[in-house]
């Protein structure tokens, strides 16, 4: 019996076919376009500060599908006790940038009010999804600090400013109890919280430093926990940058109820830290001179040494200035029969001088 067999050429002739059959126009089902809706802001918060409300967030810098943004549009809620946001809140439209930090100012409501807002993004009418609802108790405000003085000191910058510690107070907004629920008891041995705003193991009211560099704006404070004392020390401002701090007295931490800002203290930051005096200061008499010689500084930031000479009639003056390479220097012109005393100091790239050396004397024959 014979076989069938393909005609030799048979499958490279079908693939040519089924490829050019793709190449004539022939596509799978179109892909969805890209969308515009924004996606959650981030970092918002209501605070109260001062005598106002203030909400603050970051606006997102692309859309769900990762259009990139120039400017989008935040809706802000707010509503004043148990009001539906959605329906009978308050709404405010900012205009604003992508990736911009957005701060608004609410009217604060009367003592005892509990305040609620949320916010969204809008690009071409899509509406993003809106933010958890922050709550808060209005309170009554608190006096802001008041004579804010900056100054550097060794390791950075003082700071001392006059007013009271504010006391603490609850403004978080207690959860809703279903009717019936009974009450969850203290644990043997512990003793309740004052209120879900006051912890007994946090600090919770005190000073709070703010601080900016430049032409930035002021953000977070400096530290975590309020501070009890009306002084601090920033450790951490840049060297050569121009900084300014307010300070705010804080009476709740979470939520925030801060007092307006002190006033501004600014100075431009710069090392003021002398460095170590010089060891191991030497004078031996030379052929051409008297050699004075000490021991290299390990300073991080030096810049050199400067040698000073006394002698009887004279008065300290310095004689040179050398670079940081160097740790001796002649002084050819010193006087046979004269007894001199040298001492040597460093200077930072700051232009900061150290103390003085030990004072060494020596005098040629």
Not at 4 to 16: D, Y
Request: charged content about 20%; hydrophobic content about 40%; proline content about 11%.
């Amino acid at each position: 019996m014979s076989q069938l067999r393909p005609f030799p050429g048979t499958a490279l002739l079908t693939a040519a076919l089924v490829a050019a059959s793709l190449a004539c126009g022939h596509r799978g089902d179109p892909l969805p376009p890209l969308r515009h809706t924004p996606p959650g802001l981030a970092e918002f918060r209501l605070a109260q500060r001062g005598d106002a409300l203030e909400v603050t967030l970051l606006t997102p810098a692309a859309s769900v599908d990762g259009i990139a943004y120039e400017r989008l549009v935040v809706e802000i809620l707010f509503a004043q006790g148990e009001k539906d946001l959605e329906k009978a809140g308050e709404r405010r439209e900012v205009l604003a940038y992508a990736r911009q930090r957005v701060v608004q100012a609410i009217a604060l409501p009367a003592p005892g009010t509990i305040a609620r807002a949320a916010a969204r993004g809008i690009v071409g009418g899509e509406k993003g999804p809106r933010t958890l609802t922050m709550a808060l108790i209005a309170q009554t405000p608190i006096a802001a600090p008041r004579e804010l003085r900056a100054r550097l000191v060794a390791d950075g910058v003082r700071l001392d400013w006059a007013g009271d510690l504010p006391k603490p107070v609850s403004a978080a907004v207690l959860p809703p109890r279903m009717p019936g629920a009974p009450v969850q008891p203290p644990a043997p041995g512990t003793r309740p919280l004052p209120s879900p705003a006051v912890s007994v193991e946090r600090r919770v009211a005190g000073f709070h430093v703010y601080r900016r560099v430049g032409t930035e704006s002021y953000r977070l404070p400096l530290a975590q926990e309020p501070l009890e004392e009306p002084s601090a020390t920033d450790t951490t401002a840049p060297q050569g940058a121009t900084a300014c701090y307010v300070i705010r007295a804080a009476a709740s931490v979470d939520p925030l109820v801060e007092s307006a800002a002190s006033n501004e203290a600014c100075l431009e930051v710069r090392d003021i830290q002398p460095p170590a005096a010089p060891t191991g200061t030497a004078v031996l008499p030379r052929e051409r001179g008297l050699e004075v010689l000490w021991t290299p500084s390990p300073e991080q930031d030096l810049a050199g040494y400067r040698v000073y000479r006394e002698a009887p009639g004279e008065a300290r003056s310095r004689v040179v200035e050398l670079e940081a390479a160097r740790s001796a220097w002649l002084d050819a012109s010193a006087r046979a029969g004269v007894v001199y005393q040298y001492d040597v100091t460093a200077i930072d790239r700051a232009g900061n001088e150290s103390p003085r050396s030990p004072a060494v004397e020596a005098s040629l024959p």
